[in-house]
Nanobody, 121 residues
Framework: QVQVVESGGGLVQAGGSLRLSCAASGSISSINDMGWYRQAPGKQRELVATITGGGSTNYADSVKGRFTISRDNAKNTVFLQMNRLKPEDTAVYHC???????????????WGQGTQVTVSS
């Protein structure tokens, strides 16, 4: 089994900062891409940022220049530093990890339960 657990959400005023963390644990040989996605009430889940095992990053246009994704491969952990937060960033933020359970096995996609981020105006 593989578990993906997020932490670090909360309530912050517009212009403030939060740092989200996500740790994957369990039957893991290696993790390829990791990423953050968010879902606001009444909207579809959308990509926020992804990072490859080699450190290449990709961001949604709406967060470029404000959010930074990083990872600690030794700890199977990914982070999302969110600065200059806006009310429209309010959503449940979910972590995603593409996991190989053994060498040369297929890649499985795992999701965390999510952490709420609320930005007040």
């Amino acid at each position: 089994q593989v578990q993906v657990v997020e932490s670090g959400g909360g309530l912050v005023q517009a212009g403030g900062s939060l740092r989200l963390s996500c740790a994957a644990s369990g039957s893991i040989s290696s993790i390829n891409d990791m990423g953050w996605y968010r879902q606001a009430p009444g909207k579809q889940r959308e990509l926020v940022a992804t990072i490859t095992g080699g450190g290449s990053t990709n961001y949604a246009d709406s967060v470029k220049g404000r959010f930074t994704i990083s990872r600690d491969n030794a700890k199977n952990t990914v982070f999302l530093q969110m600065n200059r937060l806006k009310p429209e960033d309010t959503a449940v933020y979910h972590c995603n990890a593409h996991v190989q359970k053994s060498r040369n096995s297929v890649v499985y996609s795992y999701w965390g339960q999510g952490t709420q981020v609320t930005v007040s105006s």
